[in-house]
């Protein structure tokens, strides 16, 4: 269970799972707006990623099972805002693109925003992961009837909803699992272009066609999902913060 902290809420807490990613944290962390706090959930990184955001004021998350969506389940529970949001840990997508989606739903016109990643640059979205993702964007609009184009990682909702989804997915199929089981639940759903950037380092999900085919086979497994079956319990687990 996650320690809970005493100090005040933040505005906005920003999530963003961390593995072996010292390279890019100070770019990440000094784009987080102001009076926003940054959880960095290290996932078992070996490079001193977990000190470094420590050091340049970050709150860390310690989440020892591997897994994207262990990873950022670990943050949204340990998360104490009322609106949470989530950001790869590379640098390929600026936190501080998501000032608008927290204004979204903070006005009530969104329960769920999305940010559709648009490449800049060569490099920035391999062919292989480019095309797994435009699959599972059509499998998503035939299972749900939303109008996405993108299961990108850059996202905005408020905290207790997403908890109220059960999410279960602790691997790669997490962010479909999200933007599946609010669909079923009639959340509205917006999607925003944002810039997509060349990351930092290499990719730990779709960097290979292997990773890109087990990250598939993942969510593959969420879009079969029966969306009359309740949401699944399992055991309390959250990570560490400190």
């Not at 590379?90 to 016109?109: C, K, M, Y």
Request: with cysteine; aromatic share 4%; charged share 25%.
């Amino acid at each position: 269970m996650a320690a809970v902290t005493t100090s005040p809420a933040p505005y906005v807490d920003v999530v963003l799972p961390c593995l072996n990613e010292a390279g890019a944290l100070p770019w990440v962390l000094a784009r987080i707006p102001d009076g926003w706090r940054p959880l960095v959930v290290d996932n078992g990184s070996t490079d001193g990623s977990a000190d470094l955001a420590r050091a340049l004021g970050a709150t860390v998350v310690t989440e020892p099972r591997r897994g994207f969506g262990a990873a950022c389940h670990a943050g949204l529970t340990a998360a104490t805002a009322d609106i949470v949001c989530f950001c790869d840990c590379d640098a390929s997508l600026d936190p501080a693109l998501l000032a608008p989606f927290v204004h979204e739903i903070r006005a009530g016109t969104a329960d769920l925003v999305l940010g559709r990643r648009r490449p800049q640059g060569r490099g920035a979205w391999p062919a292989h992961a480019r095309a797994g993702n435009l699959a599972l964007a059509r499998m998503l609009r035939r299972r749900t009837g939303l109008r996405l184009h993108d299961l990108g990682p850059l996202r905005a909702a408020r905290r207790e909803r997403l908890l109220a989804l059960g999410l279960t997915d602790r691997r790669s199929g997490y962010p479909l699992q999200m933007v599946v089981r609010a669909a079923d639940a009639g959340w509205r759903i917006t999607e925003h272009d944002v810039p997509y950037l060349p990351r930092t380092g290499d990719s730990k999900v779709t960097g290979t066609w292997r990773g890109t085919w087990h990250a598939v086979r993942d969510m593959r497994r969420v879009l079969a999902e029966d969306p009359a079956r309740p949401a699944p319990r399992e055991a309390a687990h959250g990570g560490n913060s400190r």
